[in-house]
């Protein structure tokens, strides 16, 4: 069985595409683009299982269309439609290994952020690049939400593989949000 630690959730299923199976994945990042794994974990009620996808093609920058092994028909592709996806951490390359780059601040979601003098914040649960100031949507332990904006001179450490983000935010910040 998978151990949902070892994966990370990209996206999620949102519609059938054509007769033959194919689908649309909302991603918020695009790993299964720059890593190497052959399949992809859906959430099938609980548990995740593994899907092989034979291949994927770019609709926009938030949107792919994937083909899977098994999948040919719409009404097998219709009992995707909904399931929440998740890429194996493993399969992640590593950052130091090549010029990393972030498909868009989007692909933060989900990562654990502290700063580096208040400690743990929470984790982030939604990214608004709608603007010219990216703001991160964090979910702190105690249930309360805190909005902060987010700029590349804020970050003093980044790990994709284990889903943290450090960050050193201006004095009062955090406070801005009580």
């Known amino acids: 069985m998978i151990d949902r630690n ?3 959730h990209i ?18 990042d695009d790993a299964f683009d720059r890593g190497d794994s052959p399949y992809l974990f859906m959430d099938m009620d609980g548990l995740l299982v593994p899907f092989f996808w034979e291949e994927y093609g770019f609709k926009n920058k938030e949107t792919a269309i994937f083909s899977f ?9 219709r009992r995707l439609v ?3 996806v998740y890429y194996p951490l493993e399969a992640l390359p ?15 979601t989900g990562f654990r952020v502290r700063d580096d003098r208040a400690g743990a914040l929470g984790e982030i649960s939604g990214v608004d690049e709608s603007s010219a100031n990216v ?13 902060l904006p987010y ?9 994709l593989k284990k889903r943290t983000l450090t ?3 201006p004095d009062g910040l955090v406070e801005l949000n009580k």
């Open 94 to 108: 590593d950052e130091e290994e090549e010029d990393f780059e972030l498909s868009s601040y989007k692909a933060l």
């Open 135 to 147: 703001l991160l949507y964090i979910d702190k332990e105690d249930g309360e939400e805190l909005i």
């Open 167 to 169: 960050l050193h935010l």
């Open 69 to 77: 092994e098994d999948i040919d028909t719409e009404d097998k592709a």
């Open 82 to 84: 909904g399931r929440e």
């Open 151 to 159: 700029h590349d001179d804020f970050l003093v450490d980044f790990n």
């Open 6 to 8: 070892d994966t990370y």
């Open 11 to 28: 996206g999620r299923i949102t519609r059938i595409r054509g007769l033959k199976g194919e689908v649309e994945l909302r991603f918020t």
